[in-house]
Every structure is written in C-alpha cells, then in structure tokens.
C-alpha cells in the first residue's frame, strides 16, 4: 500500500484526482487519498525524484535511437553473411584469431 501511495500522490496533485471518482482537480489531496493514509514526504521526495530522472533519461534514449536510426541508413549496424561467415577478425581486422 505504501509503494502505491508514493507513485499515486505526485500523480494526483498533477493531473488532480480521477473524474470516475467524481472528484476534480480541484480536490484537495487530502481528500483523493485512501481513507487513513498519510503522506510521508520522504515517498514524496523518492516518487519526485524518480520522475525527474525518467524526464532526464528520455531525451537521452530518444536521441540515441535517432543516432543509431541515422547509422544504420548510413553505413548499417550489422556485418555482412559472408563476413560473418569467414570471421570477423579476418574480415574486420584482417587477421586470424585462432589458427583451427
């Protein structure tokens, strides 16, 4: 119960409590929270902090997607069948790693 408190208060007094409740954001948090629950502002801070790093780490993920997007219609990700096939230190580095 307490986990689910501390991800659902910072989202009430976001986007206010649920219009199936018939409750608006209007509502105080008081009110939008289950009957005998209290807010500990150390699962506030924890839930605030773990928002902030989901909006630092998106632009990060999203930009690396569009450099591998971009690298991948340039010069590609993967290596070719026949290089693949003959080994990759031969092919790569034009040498031979194990002598089989």
Known sequence: MKIFISLAVPL???VGASPASGQGPST???????????IDP?????ALVSAALVMLMTPGL??????LKLL?????????????????????????????
């Open 12 to 14: 009430v007094l976001l």
């Open 28 to 38: 105080p948090v008081s009110q939008a929270l289950p009957a005998g629950s209290k």
């Open 42 to 46: 150390g699962d506030t801070a924890c």
């Open 62 to 67: 999203g930009l690396t997607f569009l450099l």
């Open 72 to 100: 991948d219609a340039t010069m590609g990700l993967k290596v070719n069948a026949e290089d693949e096939e003959s080994g990759l230190d031969l092919s790569q580095h034009n040498e031979t790693g194990y002598n089989i």
